[in-house]
């Protein structure tokens, strides 16, 4: 799986379960803006990370560790069939790191 695919994966697999959770404000979560690169420096947390759940609490006045707790349960209920990433939530942030499975597919895929 590459990158731009897995990435397109991610941000609608998070806009699902926004839209399914909060169908009332689901609209007004920018869907090109759900996650953001990691740094190097910070990768212990993931390859992604994303905000999302905070910009929800705001608008639905409360808290983003539960906003994020959900849309991970979420995200998780509705791939039943697998994931090539595993989501995480922490204090609201949720961090987003690709499973060992898809990195190795990708890595065979360049070298054939």
């Known amino acids: 799986m590459n990158k731009t695919l897995l990435t397109f994966l991610i941000k609608k697999s998070i806009n699902d379960a926004i839209q399914d959770l909060y169908p009332d404000i689901s609209g007004e979560i920018k869907y090109l ?6 740094p190097k420096e ?4 993931g390859i992604y990370k ?6 929800v609490a705001k608008k639905k006045s409360i808290s983003p560790v539960e906003v994020a707790n ?3 349960s979420k995200v998780i209920d509705l791939n039943k069939e697998g994931l ?6 922490a204090g609201g942030y949720i961090n987003i790191s690709v499973s060992d499975s898809s990195l190795l597919a990708d890595l065979i895929s360049m070298c054939v």
């Open 33 to 38: 803006d759900i996650i953001q690169f990691i």
């Open 42 to 45: 910070q990768r212990e947390f």
């Open 50 to 55: 994303t905000t999302v759940a905070f910009i």
């Open 70 to 72: 959900q849309i991970v």
């Open 84 to 89: 090539g990433f595993n989501l995480k939530s």
